[in-house]
């Protein structure tokens, strides 16, 4: 079984010490990104997508328009000044590229549906404990079922088109934060499940070669199984509604009875109405071999 | 008004196919992030027209002439309402930042001038116009009573006297190749034929009154600005503008039923019947309601009373 997809640093030695694999490439500044492109495909990997992971704002980021074909997650604080953006925005359009910005303040949030609203892809980052649930509330439901069409706001627009009555939406590798989906690597090769995992340096092997069948490694088949915990706990996630959707995701972030509860509650309703207004007439179905 | 309001209603008259956005007030240049909705409106392929009485400040101007100067003309404009220096004159102060928009951005601007004295003159928009360089059409509105305020208005007999001073411009008009525009409530029958045909060559040949749909930071809607006072709706109760039009268009109509228009003469009229004449603004007309009888509709009645409109 193949390794899932590798997060790790822009770091030519490290790229060097494995091959065949599809890599999302992490730089810090949105200037190294056609370079980070580039070593990765030169490695003898496939690129996955460039993660612009900046502390400049967005206004600030200039994309040449040769880099229309690198796959691009832009991840920022804030979009800046609108006026500085909007003579890029049309450009920007034709890039392969998605926006995330965290949904802790309005202006945020309403930095989304004006990107979305503009035809660029955007991710909602939320879950920081200090999230303002109804007002996400606002914004998931003008990302499902805007009055027009517009760019996609993740999650959810993903759970939306996702939601199945009976099953779970997992998300998590919208933020490459699903190690079914993504290992994520340090400068040193070690690897961890997620980037906060790398970050406080909770490693599950010293290198790549150490994983061998991915879907093998305790610590993953440990991961699949986190969700189990919550139920043996009797944790007051385990019987929220909004379960299905969340998973658990924010336990530890944001403290109970915020409106979590409520905001995926919702979710789940927006999401029926999506499938229920999206129901395409059955098209008459012509022998194809 | 916020970000997220503006865009809903962006949605909302884009899913409408209108084209259209005017930016009114107050006074709307004075909005923090005004030179932010308007990009965002041009970016998503609205025909801007901001309404502003040309006093902005210094740093105001120089973001619009950063980043509206290589704009449209046909895309975004401005109305700026000029006031006769010599009847209402501005402050010096007033005067000179006036002066100055319109000096940095007359191309992009059309002059309006509000009718509310019988002896108005126009002859400072001719002169501002080839000064500054404004587009050649001149915007004039008739001030209007706001029913139950008591401010001053063009009443219904005072409308000929208004015509003809208008007509007596037409020279300057001619001369300076400025085309006069009409807003709402100008009565065809209080035009000569002369007159009439005078517009007619320049093309006018509406004297209907039409609800503008003023939207408000809140989401209200209502008729125009004289009724904002009369059957707000939220914006949120609608799905269209058709369905907005039509219910403003179901409100003249029951209001038309008591009183055709703002002359007795109005009841009957071929010009009012045939749809070229709306019989004098809507709002002149509800005043009539306001000092009469309440021989109306009690559903008329009844939003009077709770506006307090009959005062």
């Known amino acids: 079984m193949s390794l899932p997809r590798i997060v790790c640093p822009h770091n030519q030695h490290l790229l060097r010490t494995f091959s065949g ?10 200037e190294k990104a056609a370079e980070a492109a580039d070593d990765v495909c030169s490695s003898g990997n496939e690129l996955f997508c460039v993660i612009v992971d900046t502390t400049a704002p967005l206004d600030e980021i200039v994309l ?9 997650a832009i991840m920022v604080p804030t979009i800046g000044k609108f006026r ?12 392969n590229l998605r926006v995330f910005l965290g949904c802790d303040d309005a202006s945020n949030r309403a930095a989304l549906r004006i990107l979305s609203s503009l035809g660029i892809q955007t991710c909602a980052v939320f879950g920081s404990g200090k999230d303002d649930w109804e007002a996400l509330s606002d914004l998931m439901t003008y990302a499902v079922l805007g009055q027009l069409p517009h760019a996609s706001i993740d999650p959810f627009s993903f759970i939306a088109t996702n939601y199945q009555p009976n099953a779970w939406v997992d998300w998590g590798a919208l933020y490459f934060d699903d190690p079914k989906h993504f290992l994520h690597l340090d400068d040193q090769g070690r690897v961890a499940l997620s980037r906060a995992a790398r970050e406080r340096g909770d490693f599950v092997a010293q290198s790549l070669a150490e994983c061998g069948a991915a879907a093998e490694l305790p610590a993953i088949k440990h991961r699949k199984r986190t969700f189990m915990q919550y139920f043996l706990d009797n944790h007051a996630c385990s019987f929220c509604p909004g379960w299905k959707l969340c998973l658990g995701r924010f336990s530890a972030s944001v403290p109970q009875d915020n409106g979590c509860s409520g905001f995926f509650l919702e979710m789940i309703d927006v999401s029926r109405q999506f499938k229920r207004l999206n129901v395409m007439p059955q098209d008459k179905q012509v022998w194809r071999p | 008004m916020s970000w997220e309001n503006l865009i809903y209603i962006a949605d909302f008259l884009e899913r409408s196919g209108e084209r259209h956005v005017s930016l009114l007030g107050g006074e709307p240049t004075l909005h923090p992030e005004v030179v932010d909705f308007i ?42 309402n000029l006031n006769d220096p010599v009847l209402t004159p501005a402050s010096p102060g007033e005067t000179e930042r006036i002066n100055t928009f319109l000096s940095i951005l007359g191309p992009w601007v059309t002059p309006g001038f509000n009718i509310y004295r019988t002896d108005f003159t126009l002859d400072f928009l001719f002169e501002c116009i080839n000064r500054y360089g404004l587009r050649r059409h001149l915007r004039l509105g ?3 009573p706001i029913p139950g305020k008591g401010n001053l208005f063009i009443r219904p007999l005072e409308m000929r006297q208004v015509c003809r001073r208008l007509y007596s411009y037409r020279e300057k008009f001619d001369a300076f190749r400025v085309k006069p525009g009409l ?12 007159e009439l045909g005078w517009l007619r060559r320049l093309g006018l040949s509406q004297f209907s009154c039409s609800a503008a749909i003023d939207i408000t930071p809140d989401m209200s809607v209502y008729h125009c600005f004289p009724l904002s006072n009369y059957r707000r709706k939220s914006l949120f109760e609608f799905d269209s503008m058709a369905q907005i039009h039509e219910h403003f ?18 009841d009957g009229c071929n010009y009012q019947e045939d749809g070229i004449c709306g019989g004098g603004g809507l709002c002149q007309v509800l005043l009539r309601f306001v000092d009469e009888a309440s021989v109306r509709l009690p559903e008329i009645e009844h939003e009077l009373a709770k506006n307090r409109l009959s005062t």
């Open chain 2, 183 to 194: 807003d709402c409530g100008f009565p065809i029958c209080q035009f000569s034929d002369e």
């Open chain 2, 142 to 144: 008739i001030t209007h």
């Open chain 1, 21 to 30: 694999q599809s890599v999302a490439v992490r730089v810090d500044h949105w």
């Open chain 2, 39 to 80: 990009l965002y409106l041009v970016a998503r392929n609205f025909v801007v027209t901001v309404f502003t009485n040309g006093i902005l400040s210094p740093a105001r101007l120089q973001e619009f002439k950063t980043h509206f100067a290589d704009a449209e003309v046909e895309q975004l404009s401005f109305v700026c």
């Open chain 2, 249 to 266: 268009v179901r409100i003249k109509d029951q209001i038309k039923v008591e009183i055709a228009g703002i002359y007795p003469e109005c």
């Open chain 1, 84 to 95: 500085n953006l909007t003579a890029k925005l049309k450009a920007w359009r034709d890039f």
């Open chain 1, 64 to 72: 040449p328009d040769d880099w229309k074909q690198i796959p691009l």
